[in-house]
C-alpha cells in the first residue's frame, strides 16, 4: 500500500519561510509527477506547485517567485520551499502523487493527509 506523508507546517510570521516535505511509503517502483495543492477554509482546493519526473515544474500564479518546488526521486520524497508568506498563503496543505507504480497495484493519484500552515500577520 502507498502512503504519502507531509510535515514540516506550523505557524510562521508574514514574510517568513517554511519549508514542507512529504514521503512515500511503500513498495514504489516509478512515481509520474507529484505536486502540493492547499485548502483553505470555506475555499476549494487548488494546484500550488507540481513537478515532473523529469524535473519539470508548474506553479500558480499566486505562488510563483516565491514557492519553489523539488523531489528527490531516489527518496521518492517532495519539497515545497515556502519564502515570503503572506496570510492568505494559510491552508492545510497537501501532496499529491501521480500514477505511482507499486508493487501489486498501480494508483492513478494518491493523497496525503495534509499538514497545516498557519501565517500571521
Known amino acids: 500500500q502507498v502512503q504519502l506523508v507531509e510535515s514540516g507546517g506550523g505557524l510562521v510570521q508574514a514574510g517568513g519561510s517554511l519549508r514542507l516535505s512529504c514521503a512515500a511509503s511503500g513498495t514504489i517502483f516509478s512515481i509520474d509527477a507529484m505536486g502540493w495543492y492547499r485548502q483553505a477554509p470555506g475555499k476549494e482546493r487548488e494546484m500550488v506547485a507540481s513537478?515532473?519526473?523529469?524535473?519539470?515544474?508548474n506553479y500558480a500564479d499566486s505562488v510563483k517567485g516565491r514557492f519553489t518546488i523539488s523531489r528527490d526521486n531516489a527518496k521518492k520524497q517532495v519539497y515545497l520551499q515556502m519564502n515570503s508568506l503572506k496570510p492568505e498563503d494559510t491552508a492545510k496543505y497537501y501532496c499529491?502523487?501521480?500514477?505511482?507504480?507499486?508493487?501489486?497495484?498501480?494508483?492513478?493519484?494518491?493523497w496525503g493527509r495534509g499538514t497545516l500552515v498557519t501565517v500571521s500577520s
Open positions: 513537478i515532473t519526473s523529469g524535473g519539470r515544474t
Open positions: 499529491r502523487a501521480e500514477n505511482v507504480v507499486g508493487a501489486i497495484h498501480r494508483y492513478l493519484e494518491a
